[in-house]
């Protein structure tokens, strides 16, 4: 199972980019890596996810290096309401069998003023 | 909104009785995910379903069990309730089965054990 490790937390100021990094050494070929926002006592929701080198949307860019061990996902001029926890996932498309969903501890970001 | 529904919003107990946690999944997906998160923590992967059967397993107790429904919807079974089974519970739900497929997650139930 991949696991994850994140910073506990960050701090930023508005307008800054934040860049939040995940690890995941024991990726597994078929895993992709998704990252979620969740804001107190919210369900967490869906951002950005990505396999390899770089995807962007509207709201993140995800940054993925070839050996694939560990992830960044950049927030362009954070503004307050970003405050929130952000979790890094690694899971796969297994056909048929078992597929453990692993959140990690996730980074509480701070965006202050 | 998510589209994903849950009831009820808040559940007060004693220790050791039993309640039942709903869940109902967007219009059209096919799994559905339970999740635990205590107070400041993490969230802990339960059980998912597809389509009516149980696709993965994580952390849950024995105590707790679940099923989903033809209908699709879900109920999280949590028995002989603890102090420290006092948490957010949350349902997700997605299209498909596999890892990659985004999840859409309820605004939770809060389970507090007194």
């Known amino acids: 199972l991949a696991k994850t490790t994140q910073p506990i937390s960050m701090d930023s100021y508005e307008g800054q980019e934040v860049n939040i990094t995940c690890s995941h050494n024991n990726i597994a070929t078929n895993d992709y890596i998704t990252w979620y926002q969740q804001f107190p006592s919210q369900g967490p929701r869906f951002i950005i996810q990505?396999?390899?080198t770089k995807v962007t949307n509207e709201v993140a860019s995800l940054f993925i290096p070839a050996d694939r061990k560990s992830s960044t996902l950049s927030l362009p001029r954070v503004s307050l309401s970003d405050t929130a926890v952000y979790y890094c996932?690694?899971?796969?498309?297994?056909?048929?069998?078992?597929?453990?969903?692993?959140f990690g501890a996730g980074t509480r970001l701070a965006v202050h003023p | 909104d998510s589209g994903v529904t849950q009831t009820p919003k808040h559940l007060i107990t004693a220790t050791g009785q039993r309640v039942t946690l709903r869940c109902s999944p967007r219009?059209?997906?096919?799994?559905v995910y339970w999740y635990q998160q205590s107070l400041d923590q993490g969230l802990q992967f339960l059980i998912q379903y597809y389509n009516g059967e149980e696709r993965a397993k994580g952390n849950i107790l024995e105590r707790f069990s679940a099923q989903q429904f033809p209908d699709l919807h879900s109920e999280l079974n949590l028995s002989s309730l603890e102090l420290g089974d006092s948490a957010l519970y949350f349902c997700?739900?997605?299209?498909?089965?596999?890892?990659?497929?985004?999840?859409?997650f309820g605004p939770g139930t809060r389970l507090t054990v007194l």
């Open positions: 996932l690694v899971g796969a498309r297994r056909g048929g069998g078992y597929n453990k969903l692993i």
């Open positions: 219009s059209g997906d096919l799994s």
């Open positions: 990505g396999y390899k």
């Open positions: 997700a739900s997605s299209t498909g089965g596999g890892g990659t497929d985004t999840q859409y």
